[in-house]
């Protein structure tokens, strides 16, 4: 029951000797004792190879990993080992981008978003802009880069905006065909997923909700694991007028109770992550020269945040010593009746993201950053 994932169209073909030396010289991430002579019988006979419907058989995107077969269609160019494609270039994907560059000057720096709006200012960055679909395409050949990031959210960044089924993944798809597989592929999820709400402390392997936002975050995350890319489930991300005081003191309501326990981390903090996460390669991934649909995922998970849990209450009361907020007043906190005298939140373990990633955030806490400010 060994075969390639292809979420388009499958045609089964022979790819003969290549295929059989390919898989001859990778250690197959899936758990299963085989025999080499039966696991080449059963890999010759079973590849599946994704072409676009239309396209006469030729591969018109393949995902990394995935033997390409066939004749024609896009080749990847000669690509730099240190070109970057963030696919989300909003705050957080232009800081990524931004400290790649500062790493890598030569390195050449794509950023990918819904509209052109930002395009002048990622010029300016030294950031090569483009939109997703039609454009990236015509810029940016399959597999042409070694580095990818996906940053963005189900949303687009709207507040509110419901996440449309299926979109999202095929986003991912997109993002995951410019990815030539030697270097890193980040995918930035949110810590949000976990079911734990009542105070508790959760890990990577630690249950997961069911509503209709978290089933769009753990269908790209696992899309992502299965070719091989690293998941940073992120805590709730903050700069000094962006995140939850921001808007708390903004708008002087809070909805929650004000010993509702946050965990947080520094938009820097969050790129730097990323980027320790593509500079680690395949120190953090199974391998996935040939990647096969296994019952695990071979691809990291990591919990990302600054490691002190945090109340809403001492959040407001950091933020408001803070220049900006001086003048703000105390918000309102409104407890739903179901919520009340109950504890919430939970606490990130992210040992995990520190001992392996090797990562520290340069802001400990949310209370160091506003003492930074003054």
Known sequence: NISLAAHEEKHQVGCGFGVLFAMASRRLPCRRPLLALGLSLVVASSFWCRSAPGAGGAVAAVPVGRIACGSGGAQASAAGQDDLLVFGAGFLGKLAAQKWLERHPS?????????????????KMGVEPHTAGADLA?????????????AAPPSGGRPGAPAAPGSYAESIREAQSH??????????????????????????????????????????????REVGGTVLRLAGLYDILRGAHAYWLKVGVITGSKDGVLNL?????????????????????????VQLRCAEPVGE????????????????????QAPQFADAA???FEVPPEQMGKPSGKVYNVRRATDVLRWTPRYKSFAQFITMQR
Do not use: C, M
């Open 107 to 123: 390195a050449r720096v794509v950023g990918v978003t819904r509209s052109d709006a930002s395009h002048e200012e990622l010029r």
């Open 138 to 150: 015509a810029a940016a050949p399959i597999g042409g880069f070694p580095n990818v990031i996906f």
């Open 179 to 224: 990815w030539d597989g030697k270097g890193g592929f980040v995918f930035t999820s949110s810590g949000g997923v976990f079911k734990e709400d009542a105070g508790g402390t959760v890990d990577e392997t630690s249950p997961v909700s069911d509503t209709p936002r978290t089933a769009v975050l753990l269908e790209a995350e696992k899309l992502v």
């Open 265 to 289: 981390l520094h938009y820097e903090d969050a790129a730097e992550a990323a980027l320790t996460a593509l500079d680690r390669g395949s120190a953090v991934r199974g391998d996935h020269g």
């Open 301 to 320: 998970l990591f919990i990302v945040g600054d490691g002190v849990p945090t109340t809403r209450l001492e959040i407001v009361q950091s933020a408001r």
């Open 330 to 332: 105390e918000p309102v």
